[in-house]
């Protein structure tokens, strides 16, 4: 009578046991308990958290930012000027495949066969110009005037995603300026800022609190490979390098002025006067949306 009892009460034991397991194992993942890691999730702020003035910027850098496709490769470009039908986009050099074709993707979709400028000389700069005719009207960006100081909020947009993809959504990241080099590093990148840009957002702009372009966006932090912190001199920096391996890095508008007039035909580019605070206005629900945190960041 005891065995049979014992062995009656280890099968009801080992049936609830399953029982549970089965329940347990069926619900929602999120009530399943997790140790040692943690879910860093990128969405939209409510309505109530979102400013206005960054979805009025974030509207300017839309209208801006184009899709470059060269090769089975993809990044960003920035709409720089217009002479007749003829507009010109900047973007990195290491976004072009070398012998491939690019086409280049306006904010309306529109896909254009893009013809790069040849012989143009950046001085070693990671920069090259595209060309494209068409007879609608984009918008041309506002190149700043005036320099940016660390800690000074910054915004950097363009096409994450897979490579050569013409549906990659935009993307606006907003964070601040954490690092000025004295000096270039190689490929002309000077800026470092906390935005944590990705694959496939080389070539877009950088852009300050007005709306203007500051930089052109082309080194992710955390390099997988290399080492890219040397002076374009060969020599290499003694600063901070925890920071600087923390930041993104943008190539300063500036040096673009300086080298690109000789590069983007007979119109010279000119930077813009200030602007005043954008006009408010308010989101629309395509806008995508990026916090500045860290660990927001993802390696490529």
Partial sequence: MFWRSLRFKLR?????????????TQQPVQSLPVSGSR????SRPSAERWDP????????????????????????GI?????????TILTNNHVLAVGESHRIQTPDG???QGELLKNRSFDGNDLALLQFRSTREYSVARLASSSIAVGD???????????????????????RVSFLSPKALAGGYQIGYSNPVEKGMSGGPLLNSRGEVVGINGMHAYPL?????????????????????????????????????????DTPIRVSPPLPSPVISYPQPQDEYRGSAPENGRLW
């Fill in 153 to 175: 909020e910054v915004f950097a947009t363009g096409f994450p995603g897979q490579e050569g993809s013409e549906k990659r959504g935009f993307e606006f990241m907003l964070g």
């Fill in 39 to 42: 879910l860093i999730q990128a």
């Fill in 225 to 265: 490979w290399g080492d890219p912190y040397v002076f374009k001199d060969g020599s290499k920096p003694n600063l901070p390098r925890d920071l600087m391996i923390e930041s993104s890095w943008a190539i300063p508008i500036e040096t673009f002025v300086q080298l690109g007039n000789k590069s983007a035909g």
């Fill in 12 to 24: 009801f034991s080992y049936l609830l046991i399953t029982c549970t397991g089965c329940w347990y």
């Fill in 79 to 87: 709409l720089i000027k217009k002479q007749d039908q003829t507009y």
């Fill in 53 to 76: 003035k960054v979805a009025t910027l974030s509207d300017r850098a839309r209208a801006i930012t184009v899709k470059v496709l060269s090769g089975y490769g993809a990044g960003s």
């Fill in 110 to 112: 529109k896909i254009y």
